[in-house]
């Protein structure tokens, strides 16, 4: 199993500021996923952080609103750039074993 | 685009009745299927996956497998309060995932 933690586990956020979101896992994974949950839906992938490259941004998402670092094998981060309150969700990241998916706790954004 | 459709719910049974959770895919490449359990304000933890056709069993959890229909379903036997929560359902090929909305059930005492 993997243990995942996230910070911030939630916060207030102005328009048109960005805020940073760490993951930390307890091994070293060759990738790690970001999603959004946004109230009441389900979870929407935003991109894959690969170690060493850059990072894979689904349809809808850009690297230039939502940056991702991976500076190393247990470690990722997540930039929510200029943020406006349809930004507001929760922020997961997640590791993906064969046969099982394991998320962190998620930060939960609200942007005023 | 690559979907998984689920009933929203709220799907309601009583204590110790048989929960039955269903899910449809549209990308016949999806290879392997995986349950969730989400509850308030918590992150999904799996509950188990389900790559061949047919049923696969784990204590009081049944995951059933169509591929010719792309249908995934899970069935929970013996339905507990504590089985109260979001289920998701997740259509896997490689390192594309797909999540379905999640279905609400409320087992009632």
């Known amino acids: 199993s993997a243990v995942i933690s996230q910070k911030p586990s939630r916060d207030i956020c102005q328009r048109g500021t960005s805020l940073t979101i760490q993951c930390q896992v307890d091994?070293?994974?060759?990738?790690m996923f970001w999603y959004r949950q946004q109230p009441g839906q389900s979870l929407t992938l935003i991109a894959t952080?690969?170690?060493?490259?850059?990072?894979?941004?689904e349809s809808g998402f850009v690297i230039d609103k939502f940056p991702i670092s991976r500076p190393n094998l247990t470690f990722s981060t997540l930039t929510v750039s200029n943020m406006s309150p349809e930004d507001s969700s929760i922020y997961l990241c997640?590791?993906?074993?064969?046969?099982?998916?394991?998320f962190g706790p998620g930060t939960r954004l609200t942007v005023l | 685009q690559k979907e998984v459709e689920q009933n929203s719910g709220p799907l309601s049974v009583p204590e110790g009745a048989i929960a039955s959770l269903n899910c449809t895919y549209s990308?016949?490449?999806?290879?392997?299927f995986f349950w969730y359990r989400q509850y308030s304000g918590k992150s999904p933890e799996l509950i188990m996956f389900?790559?061949?056709?047919g049923d696969k069993e784990d204590g009081r959890f049944t995951a059933q497998l169509n591929k010719a229909s792309q249908y995934v379903s899970l069935l929970i036997r013996d339905s507990q309060p504590s089985d109260s929560a979001t289920y998701l359902c997740?259509?896997?090929?490689?390192?594309?995932?797909?999540f379905g909305p999640g279905t609400r059930l409320s087992v009632l005492p």
């Open positions: 997640s590791v993906a074993p064969t046969d099982t998916q394991y």
């Open positions: 091994s070293q994974v060759t990738m």
């Open positions: 952080a690969n170690q060493g490259s850059e990072a894979t941004y």
């Open positions: 990308d016949r490449g999806s290879q392997s």
């Open positions: 389900i790559y061949s056709n």
């Open positions: 997740e259509a896997r090929e490689g390192q594309n995932f797909v």
